[in-house]
């Protein structure tokens, strides 16, 4: 029998597993039939590679050779298949595109659809950064937007890189128009954090990009620990509370899509809750060489939401007053 790859996802998966039985569990295959396979497996390597015990398997030497080198091979295979994706994707000239919600995501999406060499993008969205950069280390995306905000810095792993789109973006409060701090409000350019103990909030669910820690943080700082009563990453859910005066929420100052006239935005005084946007891209990557125009088409997207949101604002005043 020849040792095919599948052979050698057995061997780690048992040396994983720790035992013949959790490893069939995994595999959703019976005991038997796997023990069978395996000591088909020992013959083509020519030697024991697990010594059985009544408590599970380890290792023999050969095994742990045979262990190690299967993982190089494997984690080279899924490179090698993913390279290949990549080069099928840049053939068909498309460009595979991934970030947290936020509207700048689709101008740069319509940005890279008006490039003449790109007939195809791919958009994934994610919260979690941790997620968006494996995929580009991965290279299942090309380009990620991604937040990173103060101590929580974004860690790049190898063959990633990233450049700054907006340094730093405030967070802003959406209410409802007729709730009393929002009437109150109607002549102030900002709110300060500390008017808002009283306010039941609405959320996103936590991640792992430390927005919520300083989010407490800043509330305790201005006085009072925030009651966050619902979650939902689901902006027409979130916006659903707001406007019937269920509770408030931080949203970002480009988010003019989601926005209505029944609600109403402020920026939080002395900019206590802010992030950095940046974009990230892989290195190897075929589409890498395009990193600086891609940017650029972020920036560009970005200062065009921001300029959305600000008329969206000027005009519900307006309308109000």
């Known amino acids: 029998m020849n040792v095919e ?48 015990s009544r408590t599970g398997v380890t290792p023999t030497p050969l095994g742990r050779y045979a262990v190690d080198r299967a993982r190089a091979i494997l984690v080279d295979v899924d490179h090698l298949s993913a390279t290949v994706s990549a080069m099928t994707a840049v053939e068909s000239s498309a460009v595979r595109l991934g970030g947290f919600p936020t509207a700048p995501m689709s101008g740069i999406a319509s940005r890279l ?3 003449g060499e790109i007939e195809q993008v791919s958009i994934e969205v994610e919260w979690a950064t941790s997620v968006l950069l494996q995929q580009l280390e991965s290279g299942r995306l090309d380009f990620a937007l991604l937040r990173e905000f103060p101590g929580f810095e974004v860690r790049l792993p190898a063959g990633v890189e990233a450049r700054t789109i907006v340094e730093s973006e405030t ?22 954090l500390a008017d808002l103990a009283n306010e ?52 970002s100052p480009t988010s003019y899509r989601m926005l209505s006239s029944d ?50 604002g000027q005009h519900q005043r307006m309308h109000v007053a």
């Open 263 to 312: 609600v109403t935005t402020r920026p939080l005084a002395g900019n206590p809750i802010h992030r950095r946007l940046m974009l990230a891209w892989s290195t190897e990557s075929p589409r890498a060489q395009m990193a600086g125009e891609v940017c650029q088409m972020a920036i560009h997207a970005y200062d065009e939401a921001f300029a959305e949101h600000a008329r969206w």
């Open 200 to 251: 039941e909030w609405i959320g996103e669910p936590p991640d792992d990009s430390g927005f919520h820690v300083l989010f407490r943080a800043a509330c305790e700082q201005a006085g009072f620990v925030p009651r966050v009563e619902h979650h939902s990453v689901d902006t027409s859910v979130l916006m659903g509370f707001v406007t019937s005066g269920q509770g408030v929420a931080l949203i």
């Open 5 to 52: 790859l599948r052979h050698l996802r057995v061997v780690v998966l048992v040396a994983e597993a720790g035992s013949v039985g959790r490893a069939a569990r995994w595999l959703k295959v019976s005991q038997p039939s796997l023990t069978a396979q395996l000591k088909r497996i020992e013959s083509a390597f020519g030697g024991e590679l697990f010594e059985r």
């Open 171 to 192: 967070a802003y409060v959406v209410m409802a128009a007729d709730h009393p701090l929002a009437v109150a409000s109607r002549h102030r350019k900002e709110i300060d």
């Open 113 to 115: 659809r008006d490039h």
